[in-house]
Nanobody, 125 residues
């Protein structure tokens, strides 16, 4: 399995921005499909964004399109999620996940086998 560590969460006011990081150890992330998911209390885990092993392939949930951007720094073996214009409904624990192409399905969390520990994002005034 891939070891993943997220960071960058925190408390931010509505309209603010955060950048989450997902760093892998032991493997090169550019060979994997990387997904960002979030889970709010009492709700099911939902897909937020995803990047295929080919960096040109990206996916965004409708709720975050135009506000969130996924990117990758191969040298740092890190995938980022830039979150702008944050809303209270973006609050939740954010997880990054990884799996190989052909197994991972963007937006479908049961298809990802490796997960980070999660980072809390709270959007509140």
């Amino acid at each position: 399995q891939v070891q993943l560590v997220e960071s960058g969460g925190g408390l931010v006011q509505p309209g603010g921005s955060l950048r989450l990081s997902c760093t892998a150890s032991g493997v090169a992330l550019d060979y994997y499909v990387i997904g960002w998911f979030r889970q709010a209390p009492g709700k099911e885990r939902e897909g937020v964004s995803c990047m295929g092993s080919s960096a040109g392939s990206t996916y965004y949930a409708d709720s975050v399109k135009g506000r969130f951007t996924i990117s990758r720094d191969i040298a740092k073996n890190t995938v980022y999620l830039q979150m702008n214009s944050l809303k209270p409904e973006d609050t939740g624990v954010y997880y990054c996940a990884a799996d190989v192409p052909g197994v991972a399905i963007c937006g479908y969390y049961p298809s990802f086998g490796s997960w980070g520990q999660g980072t809390q994002v709270t959007v509140s005034s």
